[in-house]
């Protein structure tokens, strides 16, 4: 073999150096047991519809969470987090993009997409990116473990991560939605299938929100077997929330909403154990949070969830736990759900894409007890700046006016400090305050808002979808209906008009007895669309182009199963100038008519074989 030369072997000698160094370091650590650096692992559990007052760790007089206590106590706790909407379906896109204004990502219920006019033709603004990508981009493998039904496959929200998990379809159950103990059990499947993994798990569980059912833990709150309570359903909902709760049908509606968190933070105790012996808990980071909080009829009227923006609603839970990258603490200034996005790649120290700019802050700096220079904390339609908080009835447009003196805007105005409960609107007490949060609101949201409207596209809409009661434009208005459509449903001596109610989740139109024709319109995107009738009894449709009007037939209306509604095609239509113009008819010998929202397919989607379907089906309902 050829010798090399003196300067060549100082050169190879160089080259090598770095290398040989390296390996030296490498060997010298095996020999001293040094273990290999800790995969990065993220875990974030959602609870729908759980309320942060009810958990023992934030004060509840009740032990409803010990095993969260115990966790929460390890890290951090967010004594004033509040979510960004007061449902699943707008809350969770805000803290999924951390965004305050920003379109659904999935459908409105199981059984149709359900949306406003608005959203249908806007987008994700070019500065958003979703949490999973953040840390996809990172190199972390990401999924997704749900008992919710809207989080369905194919949803953009589900499509969002490398891997998803579908319970709800997986495993249907009476209850509706997969329970806790099994949730969690395939939860740890997965976790120790990828211990070995950099991963990103978003985990939503569903027996925080309704149905609440009169188990052992309900029994153990309550003290005894409940007497006979003729205003709960089995599920727990409430007939006829426009009364207040007697002491002995109050206490056992929380009785079953604490129950079912109890039931909740036991199985999270196998999970917590489970992710602590497999590391997580001290190299990784697990959070803990909810949507939404929950209305229990503290106010008539205020049942489950949606607007507006009351505490019981607005307050949820956020525990972050990682003992090398979280120091324990209790934090009292604002956050929210807009936060969770940046905090955990900020607290795991992946970075944010180029260009993408969240709406929350990156709380990490803030963990060590410095506090954040946060003058307000906010929804789509409400604020709240110090101790007061406001929030706003009307269109986005109206409120976002300079030219409108905020003394114009409506909404309502409470003072947290002295009035911690919200039963003291200071709306017209207290005008300078209401203005200075009006003018706050704009300056700060307004540039927010204008971003997410100059997502509109002119392309037709794309995906199916459908428009509610909230989105009808009438020549006259019906009767304005009660909130629980049992009532009215039962009511015979409410007939003779149609009824409706335009607001989450009783929504519907009825018609009772002899009540005529209905003309009504619906602001649709322009295009060919096959339309449908989510709803139950019989009603006539005349639709544009038509020169009969279509008979549409479903099962009859059942007061205590009002939600379930059935589909009922009537048939191809052309909408031009964004209107769609329709006139229901229904006469003295028609069942009671009740619909929940009315459907449009555009024409790309239109399977034909389902069109024929539908209109044999008709012709069989008109005798032929």
């Known amino acids: ?40 692992q993220v875990v974030v559990v959602l609870l729908d519809a759980a309320r942060s007052d009810r958990f023992s760790c934030y004060g509840h007089e009740r032990e409803t969470t010990p095993e969260l206590d115990a966790l929460a106590a390890q890290g951090a706790v967010f004594l004033r987090h509040y979510t960004q909407g007061v449902n699943t379906r707008s809350s969770l896109p805000c803290l999924f993009y951390s965004r305050y204004f920003t379109v659904p990502i999935f459908p409105f219920s199981s059984e149709f997409e359900l949306t406003y006019p608005e959203d249908l033709l806007r987008g994700i603004d070019d500065e958003a990116v979703s949490l999973p990508e953040v840390f996809r981009r990172a190199g972390f493998h990401t999924a997704g473990i749900s008992a919710h039904s809207w989080t369905r496959s194919d949803t953009p929200f589900a499509r969002e991560f490398d891997e998803w998990h579908d319970l709800s379809n997986e495993l249907p159950t009476p209850t509706g939605f997969p329970r806790v103990d099994v949730v969690v059990e395939r939860v740890v499947e997965w976790v120790r299938a990828h211990r070995a993994e950099d991963y990103l798990l978003y985990v939503h569980v569903m027996d925080t929100h309704f149905p609440h059912f009169f188990e052992e833990d309900a029994r153990a709150f309550l003290g005894r077997d409940p007497p006979p309570l003729d205003r709960f359903r089995p599920d727990g909902t409430v007939i ?19 129950g079912s968190l109890r039931k909740t933070d036991r199985a999270l105790g196998r999970l917590i154990d489970e992710l602590d012996q497999l590391g997580v808990l001290e190299d990784g980071l697990l959070a803990v949070t909810a949507d ?24 949820t839970p956020f525990l972050l736990v ?13 956050t929210g759900a807009i936060d969770i996005l940046p905090t955990l790649a900020g607290v795991m120290g992946v970075p944010l894409p180029e260009g993408k700019h969240p709406d929350g802050l990156d709380l990490a700096p803030f963990l060590g007890g410095a506090r954040p220079e946060r003058a307000f904390i906010a929804i789509d339609g409400g604020i709240l700046a110090g101790t007061h908080k406001a929030f706003f009835t009307g269109a986005a447009k109206a409120l976002f006016d300079e030219t409108r003196a905020p003394s114009r805007i409506q909404g309502e105005l409470y003072n947290l400090a002295s009035d911690p ?26 540039p927010l808002h204008e971003r997410y409207a100059r997502t509109k596209s002119d392309k037709a809409h794309q995906t199916a979808f459908a428009l509610a009661p909230w989105s009808f434009q009438y020549e006259v208005e019906p009767t304005p209906g009660p909130a629980d459509p049992e009532a009215l449903l039962r009511d015979d001596t409410l007939t003779g008009s149609w009824f409706d109610n335009p607001h989450w989740p009783y929504l519907y139109l009825v018609a009772k007895g002899a009540v005529g024709s209905l003309p009504l319109a619906l602001p649709v995107p322009d295009g060919t669309y096959l339309i449908d009738l989510h709803m139950k009894g019989t009603v006539r449709v005349r639709v544009p182009g038509a020169d009969e009007p279509v008979e549409a037939v479903a099962g009859p209306v059942n007061p205590t199963n009002w939600k379930m509604s059935e589909t009922v095609s009537i048939g191809r239509v052309v909408v031009r100038e964004s209107r769609l113009s329709i006139v229901l ?29 539908a209109r044999v089906e008709r012709l069989k309902q008109l005798g032929y």
């Open 1 to 40: 073999m050829r010798d090399l030369s003196a300067q060549a072997r100082g050169a190879a000698q160089a080259r090598r150096g770095p290398l040989l160094a390296a390996l030296i370091a490498l060997a010298g650590a095996c020999s001293q047991g040094a273990e290999a650096p800790r995969p990065r």
């Open 421 to 446: 409960e919200e039963r003291q609107d200071l709306r017209y007490d207290v005008p300078r305050r209401w203005a200075t949060l009006v003018e706050l609101y704009r300056k700060e949201l307004g």
């Open 240 to 258: 006829d929330i426009t009364r207040p709760l007697s002491p002995e049908e109050d206490a056992y509606l929380n009785a079953l909403y604490d």
């Open 292 to 315: 939404h909080g929950e209305y229990l009829l503290e106010k008539p009227g205020l049942f489950e969830h949606g607007p507006p923006w009351h505490e019981e609603v607005a307050r």
């Open 585 to 613: 008819e229904h006469g003295a010998d028609d069942p009671t008519f009740y619909l929940r929202s009315i459907g449009f397919t555009p024409e790309h989607l239109i399977d034909t074989s389902d069109e024929e379907r």
């Open 322 to 334: 990682g003992r090398r990258r979280v120091p324990p603490g209790r934090h009292d200034y604002l």
